[in-house]
């Protein structure tokens, strides 16, 4: 993975807009706008300052397995 971090929006960079919806709307456009690098990057980040803020900074997530059966088409 690259150094350089996802896209962000400025902290001093505001928008208004008529609806939750259509803030909604603005919000899946640009996750949509940023590349599967940047996404597994803004992932992590979040992880690491969760882990920061609980105090588990060198701990593991941890693991989660579940088996779906699904009906035959």
Same mark, same amino acid.
């Given at each position: 993975?690259?150094?350089? =971090?996802?896209?962000?929006?400025? $902290? %001093? /960079?505001?928008?208004?807009?008529? %609806? !939750? ?6 919000? =899946?456009?640009?996750?949509? %706008?940023?590349? @599967? /690098? +940047? ?10 300052? !969760?882990? +920061? $803020? &609980?105090?588990? $900074? %060198? &701990? =593991?997530? +941890?693991? *989660? @397995?579940?088996? *779906?059966?699904?009906?035959? =088409?």
């Amino acid at each position: 993975m690259s150094d350089a =971090r996802p896209p962000q929006r400025a $902290a %001093s /960079e505001a928008h208004v807009y008529r %609806s !939750f919806a259509e803030a909604d709307a603005a919000d =899946r456009a640009w996750y949509r %706008s940023l590349t @599967g /690098e +940047e996404r597994v990057d803004l992932l992590l980040d979040l992880v690491a300052r !969760f882990q +920061e $803020a &609980s105090g588990e $900074a %060198s &701990s =593991r997530l +941890e693991r *989660v @397995g579940q088996v *779906v059966r699904r009906a035959p =088409r």
